[in-house]
C-alpha cells in the first residue's frame, strides 16, 4: 500500500542544510497497523509528512497503491538525464492522493466555529459532495466515533479524546483508503488513549484502513500495531513484525525504547 525507497529529506536552513531523513526504506502492506516509533527529533513527523507530500522529499521514492507519487534519484554518473528526472504528483493529482489518505495530529485542530457535525462534514464540503451525502456520512461517522449526542456541540465543550475522535472521524470523512495518526494519543490520559486505540483498531478491522502511527510511547506500539519500524536520528534501524522486533530487539535504542514502557494497559 505504501512503499518507500531510499527516502532522503535535507531542510535548507539559514546557516546549513539539515538532514531530517536519510536512506529510509518502508512497506506498509494493506491493512497494517505500522508503528514508527522513536525519540523526539528522530525524524518521525517529517517522514509521515513526505508520505502525504505535505513535505517534498529531496531523494528517493513514495509509491501509494502502486502509483509513484514522488520520484527523485541521483545517478552516479551524473550525466544520465532519465534518471535525475523528478516525479512528483501535482494540481488535480495532488488532491486526489491526499483524498486517499486521511491524517491526524496530536492536537485535532478542529474549526472552532464549527459544531461536530460541521467539523466532520469540512472535507466533504471541500470536495463538493452534495449535502444529502454529506449528512448521512456524517451520521455513519457520529456513530462510528460514538459522537451522536454531540453533534450539534462546538469543540470547546468537548474533552480532549472526543475533541481526537472527531478529528479521527473528519479524517475518515472522504472513505481514504489510508490514515496517518502523528502522536494521536500523546496529548491524553492513559484511559483516553486506550480509548483512541481501541476506535483506531476497530477503523481497521471494520473499514480496512491501512494506519500507519508515529510514535514515542511503545505502549501505543504493543496495543495496536502489527508491524514497527524503529527510527533514530534519521535512519530506520530496525523493522519487521511487532513479535520479533519486541521479543529480538537488536539495537540499543529499541531496547531503551522498550524501557520507557508506561505500562501495558492491556
Ligand atoms: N522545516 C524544517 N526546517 C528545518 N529543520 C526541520 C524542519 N522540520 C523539522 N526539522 C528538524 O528535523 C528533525 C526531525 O524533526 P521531526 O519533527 O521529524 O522529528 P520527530 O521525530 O517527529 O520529533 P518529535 O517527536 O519531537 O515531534 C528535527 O531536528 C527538526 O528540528
Not at 59 to 66: D, M
Not at 83 to 112: A, C, H, T, Y
Amino acid at each position: 500500500m505504501i512503499r518507500i525507497q531510499n527516502l532522503t529529506k535535507v531542510f535548507k536552513t539559514e546557516n546549513s542544510p539539515f538532514t531530517a531523513l536519510e536512506n529510509v526504506s518502508l512497506h506498509v502492506e494493506s491493512e497494517d497497523i505500522y508503528g514508527i516509533i522513536g525519540m523526539s527529533g528522530a525524524g518521525k513527523s517529517t517522514l509521515v509528512r513526505c508520505i502525504n507530500l505535505l513535505e517534498e522529499p529531496t531523494f528517493g521514492e513514495i509509491h501509494i497503491a502502486g502509483q509513484c507519487v514522488f520520484r527523485h534519484t541521483i545517478s552516479e554518473n551524473s550525466e544520465n538525464s532519465a534518471q535525475n528526472e523528478k516525479i512528483r504528483l501535482v494540481g488535480r493529482d495532488l488532491l486526489e492522493l491526499r483524498r486517499e489518505i486521511g491524517m491526524i495530529f496530536q492536537s485535532p485542530n478542529l474549526l472552532m466555529q464549527r459544531n461536530v457535525e460541521e467539523n466532520i462534514g469540512f472535507p466533504m464540503e471541500v470536495a463538493g459532495v452534495p449535502k444529502e451525502k454529506i449528512q448521512k456520512r456524517v451520521n455513519e461517522l457520529l456513530e462510528l466515533v460514538n459522537l451522536q449526542e454531540k453533534a450539534r456541540n462546538y469543540p470547546s465543550q468537548l474533552s480532549g479524546g472526543q475533541r481526537q475522535r472527531v478529528s479521527i472521524a473528519r479524517a475518515l470523512a472522504n472513505t481514504p483508503k489510508i490514515l496517518l495518526c502523528d502522536e494521536p494519543t500523546s496529548a491524553l490520559d492513559s484511559l483516553t488513549t486506550n480509548q483512541i486505540l481501541d476506535l483506531l483498531w476497530d477503523i481497521n478491522q471494520k473499514l480496512r484502513v491501512t494506519i500507519v502511527v508515529i510514535t514515542h510511547e511503545i505502549d501505543v506500539v504493543k496495543k495496536i500495531c502489527n508491524k514497527v519500524a524503529v527510527i533514530d536520528q534519521t535512519k530506520i534501524v530496525e523493522q519487521g513484525e511487532i513479535g520479533q522486533v519486541l521479543l529480538n530487539p537488536c539495537m540499543e535504542i529499541t531496547r531503551q525504547l522498550l524501557m520507557g514502557t508506561r505500562g501495558n494497559h492491556d
